[in-house]
């Protein structure tokens, strides 16, 4: 599986940006998607994710109520949402993609679960 993330940008506090992220060969209906960020020193985190088919969006707790998930499965496309953008919000963003997992209620917000990864897109919010 490849996927290439896009949409990132510069964009003032309290701003919006929608990432795209396409996803290309195959994936299967109990296969995630998720999307990282990593700020400028900081280790990859975990921002949301998603079961391809099916499933609740999973939140890190500081996005849940700013991010939103989505997917368009026919087009093979995530997409993040982010409103109410911070300073703290700047980061390179990542999608990923992880197959088929029994563990994945446990693991879907750990990096080392996902075996693929696009090549990450900025977002730099200004003060």
């Known amino acids: 599986v490849q996927l290439q993330a896009s949409g990132g940008g510069l964009v003032q506090t309290g701003g919006s940006l929608r990432l795209s992220c396409a996803v290309s060969g195959r994936t299967f209906s109990s296969s995630s998607v998720a999307w990282f960020r990593q700020r400028p020193g900081k280790e990859r985190e975990f921002v949301s994710g998603?079961?391809?088919?099916?499933?609740?969006?999973k939140y890190s707790e500081s996005m849940k109520g700013r991010f939103t998930i989505s997917k368009d499965n026919a087009q093979k496309m995530v997409y993040l949402q982010m409103n109410g953008l911070e300073p703290e919000d700047t980061a390179v963003y990542y999608c990923?993609?992880?197959?088929?997992?029994?563990?994945?209620?446990?693991?879907?917000?750990?990096?080392?679960?996902?075996?693929?990864w696009g090549q990450g897109t900025q977002v730099t919010v200004s003060s």
């Open positions: 998603v079961l391809w088919v099916g499933g609740d969006p």
């Open positions: 990923a993609h992880a197959p088929p997992k029994t563990s994945y209620y446990r693991d879907y917000a750990s990096v080392s679960y996902y075996k693929s």
